[in-house]
């Protein structure tokens, strides 16, 4: 080890040499070229100076457009060889002269300039406080060209200059600190690959995370430019803590029912014998596949005040949608297939060894699953009723529509930052949602960590034991089944859409909408397939390999690792669009109007759900069966692709699945970052929507629909099942 750290030491040091070298050869080299430009562009421009002074406040204000921000000080000749000022862009050049002329450095100027030399001030000057400026001294010849007439003082910006000398040292340090990262860990490290797994996740949560939450933060302390308390003073005020519990009790009862929704169709579809289940699978999906805004607009139109079932079916009045109550059923319906697709691959992957020898012993079937299945498939209902709290929390769509006189702070936020333009406001109101969040969380996984729910020990088995009797059979398939004929009902009301000039308006049937939708959303489709197809593949990846690291490893900054992971799925998906706005529209990451951003975001947006599944699913694996294959000769990259990775397939699927759906219905952090080059097929669906035009919107969303079903097809192909998860019933 000693060996090993001096050798550390010793690449450091070299490396260091080589770095400032090339570093100060850089920034000499520029200090050069950007000192001869801009004596060029200055003395250029000091020959357009006019030879009538009644000119010179003309040529002054033009000045500022020619070099970007320059002020400057025309200077005349006196008889006895003394100069004055004749003219200045503002008082405080003027006022820098009179302070100064007699200075070292004025004389040096003023010597030089008499001998028609021009003079660069060795220094940058401040007016006021202010930037720092670059000054130069030009003479003025008269017209025969040969003879003095007077000078010209001016005053260039450097700020750009500085900046690309900070950006020029910074990425020194930065390739300083990366060469002994990587050095570090190939030489201390067991075993490098984790190694530089674990840095690789805590530079992308520290840049794609930590960073624009902190320039978010930040803003919160900002008013008018200076550091202030009156942002969050507003803010913690009673109409805010009112939202607040608004958002944290619409989140435990949707979170709670969804949880209880997702159990049962994951208990139907994966232990029963049940037909009919990839149908049900398939539709039970449905609701995270559309915008959730058209899954409201559907149930508005079904069962709002004016709805096509409650009034003009039923003929019900004064029966309405709006509140809780509205919110809580559109809640569940578009967000229980996330538990559903969480606890489907962890009922999948359990072992019913277990659940046999109960039976064997003559355990009833419900005491069976009440003693062994339930606690076995605990930590992935606290993971699905997590990941649907924190997605109720950030929701902002449906509440918009249906809140009524219903307060969420997902939506004060999002009227906050749009309707008042006040980003500070919305950023303070959004921070408000981290503690329930972190309090869900950390509760969760106070639990997780007491318990041990180890059931793949070695070879997987292939038998589930069917511990639904037929009474309890027949009652879940009805319940399935009419949960199912709800999200057929609704988004039959959107396929419908498509063939009426505007639902809810004019019913007469017509096919225009599909050619005018097509042509006037190809570029969106486009962009939105290339963006989701970009992302859904890193984030797939990038979610296992989080997971096995949070699960299997140990290493200092677990904990805020694993947090910082998390938090994306907490933060309104507002806030998340702003933050990286303010932080990427700048050096050294100024991707804003990329595709790249919108990428990005996609895969730190959805990698909560890919880490929870994933580490629901290793939770159930006996590391054993890991540390055999290393001692075989193994090392961690054969591990993880050749027996963790199938192991854990369901989850990675999930994860690949849930990351391209959403991508494909991505709404809240999008519409800040869409350009007119990458346009979202959801942005232009809820203008569609937003202008009465359903007809349209009504299109589009079939079209979102079978692409995602489309995806689903083809991924189930691409990650191939080696039968490692493969189960089969037995009675």
């Given at each position: 080890?000693?060996?090993?750290?001096?050798?550390?030491?010793?690449?450091a040091?070299?490396f260091?040499?080589?770095?400032?070298?090339?570093?100060?050869s850089?920034?000499?080299?520029?200090?050069?070229?950007?000192?001869?430009q801009?004596?060029?562009?200055?003395?250029?421009?000091?020959?357009?100076?006019?030879?009538d002074?009644?000119y010179?406040?003309?040529?002054?204000?033009?000045?500022?457009?020619?070099?970007?921000g320059?002020?400057?000080?025309?200077?005349g000749?006196?008889?006895?060889?003394?100069?004055?000022p004749?003219?200045?862009?503002n008082?405080?050049?003027?006022?820098?002269?009179?302070?100064?002329?007699?200075?070292?450095?004025?004389?040096?100027?003023?010597?030089?300039?008499?001998?028609?030399?021009?003079?660069?001030?060795?220094?940058?000057?401040r007016?006021?406080?202010?930037?720092a400026?670059?000054?130069?001294?030009?003479p003025?010849?008269d017209?025969s060209?040969f003879d003095?007439s007077?000078?010209?003082?001016?005053l260039?910006?450097?700020?750009?200059?500085?900046q690309?000398?900070?950006?020029?040292?910074?990425?020194?340090?930065?390739?300083?600190?990366?060469?002994?990262?990587i050095?570090?860990?190939?030489?201390?490290?067991?075993?490098?690959?984790?190694g530089?797994?674990?840095?690789?996740?805590l530079?992308?949560?520290?840049?794609f995370?930590a960073?624009?939450?902190?320039?978010?933060?930040?803003?919160s302390?900002?008013?008018?430019?200076?550091?202030?308390?009156?942002?969050?003073?507003?803010?913690?005020?009673?109409?805010?803590?009112?939202?607040l519990?608004?958002?944290?009790?619409l989140?435990?009862?949707?979170?709670?029912?969804?949880?209880?929704?997702?159990?049962?169709?994951?208990?139907?579809?994966?232990?029963?014998?049940?037909?009919?289940?990839?149908?049900?699978?398939?539709?039970a999906?449905?609701?995270?596949?559309?915008?959730?805004?058209?899954?409201?607009?559907?149930i508005?139109?079904?069962?709002?005040?004016?709805g096509?079932?409650?009034?003009?079916?039923?003929?019900?009045?004064?029966?309405?949608?709006?509140?809780?109550?509205?919110?809580?059923?559109?809640?569940?319906?578009?967000?229980?297939?996330?538990?559903?697709?969480?606890?489907?691959s962890v009922?999948?992957?359990?072992?019913?060894t277990i659940?046999d020898?109960?039976?064997?012993?003559c355990?009833?079937?419900l005491?069976?699953?009440?003693t062994?299945?339930?606690?076995?498939?605990l930590p992935?209902?606290?993971?699905?009723?997590?990941?649907?709290f924190?997605?109720?929390?950030?929701?902002?769509?449906?509440?918009?529509?249906l809140?009524g006189?219903?307060?969420?702070?997902?939506v004060?936020?999002?009227i906050?930052?749009?309707?008042?333009?006040?980003?500070?406001g919305?950023?303070?109101?959004?921070?408000?949602?981290?503690?329930?969040?972190?309090?869900?969380?950390?509760a969760q996984?106070?639990?997780?960590?007491k318990?041990s729910?180890?059931?793949?020990?070695?070879?997987?088995?292939?038998?589930?034991?069917?511990?639904?009797?037929?009474?309890?059979?027949?009652?879940?398939?009805?319940?399935?089944?009419?949960?199912i004929?709800l999200?057929?009902?609704?988004?039959?009301t959107?396929v419908?859409?498509?063939?009426?000039?505007?639902?809810?308006?004019?019913?007469?049937?017509?096919?225009?909408n599909?050619?005018?939708?097509?042509?006037?959303?190809?570029q969106?489709?486009t962009?939105?397939?290339?963006?989701?197809?970009?992302?859904?593949?890193i984030?797939?990846l990038?979610?296992?390999?989080?997971a096995?690291?949070?699960?299997r490893?140990s290493?200092?900054?677990?904990?805020?690792?694993?947090?910082?992971?998390?938090?994306?799925?907490?933060?309104?998906?507002t806030?998340l669009?702003?933050?990286?706005?303010?932080?990427?529209?700048?050096?050294p990451?100024l991707?804003?109007?990329?595709?790249?951003?919108?990428?990005?975001?996609?895969v730190?947006?959805?990698?909560?759900?890919?880490?929870?599944?994933?580490?629901?699913?290793?939770?159930?694996?006996?590391?054993?069966?890991e540390?055999?294959?290393?001692?075989?000769?193994?090392?961690?990259?054969k591990?993880?692709?050749?027996?963790?990775?199938?192991?854990?397939?369901?989850?990675?699927?999930t994860?690949?699945?849930?990351?391209?759906?959403?991508?494909?219905t991505?709404?809240?952090?999008?519409?800040f970052?869409i350009?007119?080059?990458?346009?979202?097929?959801?942005?232009?669906?809820?203008?569609?929507?937003?202008?009465l035009?359903?007809?349209?919107?009504?299109?589009?969303?079939?079209?979102?629909?079978?692409?995602?079903?489309?995806?689903?097809?083809?991924?189930?192909?691409?990650?191939?099942?080696?039968?490692?998860?493969?189960?089969?019933?037995?009675r």
């Amino acid at each position: 080890m000693k060996k090993n750290i001096l050798k550390l030491l010793v690449a450091a040091l070299v490396f260091s040499g080589c770095d400032v070298w090339i570093t100060v050869s850089l920034l000499k080299s520029f200090r050069s070229y950007n000192a001869d430009q801009t004596l060029a562009e200055v003395t250029l421009c000091v020959q357009t100076i006019p030879k009538d002074p009644a000119y010179y406040e003309d040529w002054l204000s033009a000045l500022p457009e020619r070099i970007g921000g320059s002020m400057a000080l025309i200077l005349g000749l006196a008889e006895d060889w003394t100069f004055y000022p004749a003219a200045a862009s503002n008082p405080a050049v003027r006022q820098y002269w009179e302070d100064e002329q007699g200075s070292e450095l004025f004389q040096k100027a003023q010597e030089s300039v008499y001998y028609l030399v021009p003079y660069t001030a060795a220094h940058t000057i401040r007016l006021g406080g202010g930037e720092a400026l670059q000054a130069y001294f030009l003479p003025i010849l008269d017209d025969s060209g040969f003879d003095l007439s007077g000078a010209v003082m001016i005053l260039v910006q450097t700020a750009q200059a500085l900046q690309f000398e900070r950006l020029l040292t910074n990425l020194a340090l930065a390739a300083w600190v990366l060469f002994v990262t990587i050095m570090g860990v190939a030489l201390l490290s067991r075993d490098p690959i984790t190694g530089y797994s674990v840095i690789g996740l805590l530079f992308i949560a520290g840049v794609f995370i930590a960073y624009p939450l902190f320039e978010a933060f930040r803003l919160s302390f900002i008013d008018a430019g200076r550091f202030s308390l009156a942002i969050w003073q507003r803010t913690l005020s009673a109409e805010s803590l009112t939202a607040l519990w608004g958002s944290i009790k619409l989140g435990v009862i949707t979170a709670s029912v969804s949880t209880v929704i997702g159990f049962i169709f994951a208990f139907f579809t994966e232990r029963t014998g049940a037909r009919g289940k990839k149908i049900i699978g398939t539709l039970a999906t449905m609701p995270v596949i559309s915008p959730p805004f058209s899954l409201t607009l559907s149930i508005i139109l079904l069962f709002g005040n004016n709805g096509l079932i409650t009034h003009r079916l039923l003929g019900l009045d004064g029966v309405s949608i709006y509140g809780l109550g509205g919110l809580v059923l559109v809640q569940t319906i578009s967000m229980f297939p996330i538990a559903y697709m969480t606890l489907s691959s962890v009922l999948r992957s359990l072992d019913s060894t277990i659940e046999d020898a109960a039976l064997d012993l003559c355990a009833s079937r419900l005491r069976t699953f009440c003693t062994i299945t339930l606690p076995l498939a605990l930590p992935g209902l606290l993971s699905a009723w997590l990941l649907v709290f924190t997605t109720s929390l950030s929701d902002f769509a449906n509440p918009l529509l249906l809140a009524g006189s219903y307060r969420v702070l997902s939506v004060e936020t999002y009227i906050e930052v749009t309707g008042r333009s006040n980003l500070g406001g919305g950023a303070a109101l959004s921070l408000l949602l981290l503690m329930p969040t972190l309090t869900a969380f950390f509760a969760q996984r106070y639990w997780v960590n007491k318990k041990s729910v180890v059931t793949i020990t070695g070879k997987p088995n292939t038998q589930l034991a069917e511990l639904a009797t037929k009474p309890v059979r027949i009652a879940l398939s009805v319940f399935v089944w009419a949960c199912i004929a709800l999200i057929v009902a609704l988004y039959s009301t959107i396929v419908a859409g498509c063939f009426v000039k505007n639902w809810g308006i004019d019913y007469t049937f017509t096919l225009s909408n599909i050619s005018e939708a097509l042509s006037r959303g190809r570029q969106a489709i486009t962009s939105t397939v290339i963006l989701a197809a970009a992302a859904t593949p890193i984030a797939g990846l990038l979610a296992m390999i989080a997971a096995v690291i949070i699960v299997r490893r140990s290493f200092f900054g677990k904990k805020l690792l694993e947090v910082l992971l998390m938090t994306p799925f907490a933060v309104p998906g507002t806030l998340l669009g702003i933050a990286y706005i303010l932080a990427f529209n700048k050096p050294p990451l100024l991707i804003v109007g990329t595709a790249a951003i919108i990428v990005i975001n996609f895969v730190i947006r959805e990698l909560p759900v890919g880490l929870e599944t994933g580490a629901a699913s290793l939770r159930q694996i006996d590391p054993a069966i890991e540390e055999a294959a290393q001692d075989l000769g193994a090392d961690s990259s054969k591990v993880f692709t050749s027996v963790v990775l199938p192991l854990i397939r369901p989850a990675f699927l999930t994860s690949m699945s849930y990351t391209f759906v959403r991508s494909m219905t991505a709404v809240s952090a999008v519409i800040f970052l869409i350009s007119a080059h990458w346009y979202h097929l959801t942005i232009q669906i809820y203008n569609f929507s937003e202008n009465l035009r359903f007809g349209l919107a009504s299109v589009l969303s079939t079209v979102l629909i079978i692409i995602v079903l489309a995806a689903f097809a083809v991924m189930q192909r691409a990650v191939k099942d080696k039968g490692l998860t493969a189960k089969h019933l037995s009675r």
